[in-house]
Each structure stands twice: as structure tokens, then as C-alpha cells.
């Protein structure tokens, strides 16, 4: 088992900077990727950024350029820097993780951007 605990979400202004935090616990050695999507309302959930257990990233064409992802083993945390944030980056943001049998989600944290 796994469990994955979110903070780091809040209310701002477009252009404006803020990060998530994801706090890993239980099993995280089973883990291979972890990752943040994000759901807006009356939308399906999208990948945001992955990144692998060897550092490897990816990003949804969206946010790459504007949207960090990186974790610190040593803290068993995994984070997502988001800069110039628009409108259109609204949403509950969600930690995952997968490991070769099952995929873990954390509880979501809401982002709103809006003047």
C-alpha cells in the first residue's frame, strides 16, 4: 500500500506562481512512476507531468515550459513547480503513483486562477 497526500493548492492571479507538494508513504520502493493530473469541472482527468524513478519526465504539451516536476527521494516527496499560471490551469490536482500492479491517487488539491 500506498498513500499520497497533496498540499500546496490555493487562489491567484493569472501569471502568477505557486507549488504542490506530494508526500509519499508505505511502500513507495514498489513505485515506478509518480505523476500530477488534474480535472476541471465537467472535464475527464489529464496527465499533467510524470516522472520516473530514474528522473525521466514528461508533460502534457500545456504546461511544458511553464510547469517544473521533481522530487526529492530523500523526503519521499514529489513536487510540481507552476509558473505563469492562466486561467485555463483551474482545477483539482491530483498525485499519482504506479507500481507494476496497482496505481495510487491522492485526495486532490484545488488550484483556481482568476482576477
Known amino acids: 500500500q500506498v498513500q499520497l497526500v497533496e498540499s500546496g493548492g490555493g487562489l491567484l492571479q493569472p501569471g502568477g506562481s505557486l507549488g504542490l507538494s506530494c508526500a509519499a508513504s508505505?511502500?513507495?520502493?514498489?513505485?515506478?512512476?509518480m505523476g500530477w493530473y488534474r480535472q476541471a469541472p465537467g472535464q475527464q482527468r489529464e496527465l499533467v507531468a510524470s516522472?520516473?524513478?530514474?528522473?525521466?519526465?514528461n508533460y502534457a504539451d500545456s504546461v511544458k515550459g511553464r510547469f517544473t516536476i521533481f522530487r526529492d527521494n530523500t523526503k519521499k516527496t514529489m513536487y510540481l513547480q507552476m509558473n505563469s499560471l492562466q486561467p485555463e490551469d483551474t482545477a483539482v490536482y491530483y498525485c499519482n503513483a504506479q507500481s507494476a500492479f496497482r496505481t495510487y491517487w491522492g485526495q486532490g488539491t484545488q488550484v483556481t486562477v482568476s482576477s
Open positions: 508505505g511502500n513507495i520502493f514498489s513505485i515506478n512512476v
Open positions: 516522472i520516473t524513478s530514474s528522473g525521466r519526465t
